[in-house]
């Protein structure tokens, strides 16, 4: 399998990493981020989100993560997705809010969308989800 890596400017910050998701007929573009440093910024400071767009936050071990909205100024919805693909639980975010929102189990990945994406497109637990690097 190839992965396509491609560098696009994101409103004003940084470039990250984008791939190409999918959850069943539902494409989403994920800007990937995958060490310390871009997983604290995560998505603060953003005014908006395209629909569709989401950031996929790859952890360097599996574990119980859990993540804030500290400084992030669009309401989100977190999606812990375990080394299998699988989403284990989602949770709902509210803008620059420091509550902790945590996996239900150890996750290797979390995927951040505006918030209601995932309840719009029926997507809960127990669904998996394709393209995540490292999953077969």
């Given at each position: ?22 959850a ?21 400071h ?9 950031m996929?936050?790859i952890?360097?071990?599996?574990a ?23 989403i ?9 809010s ?14 951040e ?6 309840a ?17």
């Amino acid at each position: 399998m190839i992965l396509a890596f491609a560098t696009v400017p994101a409103h004003g910050q940084a470039a990250h990493p984008v791939l190409q998701l999918n959850a069943g007929m539902h494409l989403i573009r994920a800007e990937v981020v995958s060490d310390m440093a871009t997983r604290a910024q995560g998505l603060m400071h953003r005014k908006s989100l395209p629909q569709n767009a989401g950031m996929l936050f790859i952890f360097d071990e599996q574990a119980v993560h859990c993540m804030w909205m500290k400084n992030t100024l669009i309401p989100l919805s977190v999606a812990f997705i375990d080394e299998r693909g699988t989403i284990v639980n989602i949770a709902d975010m509210e803008p620059h809010s420091e509550a902790s929102h945590c996996a239900a189990q150890p996750v290797r990945y979390a995927l951040e969308m505006n918030r209601g994406w995932f309840a719009a497109k029926a997507l809960k637990p127990g669904i998996r989800l394709g393209g995540i690097p490292g999953v077969k």
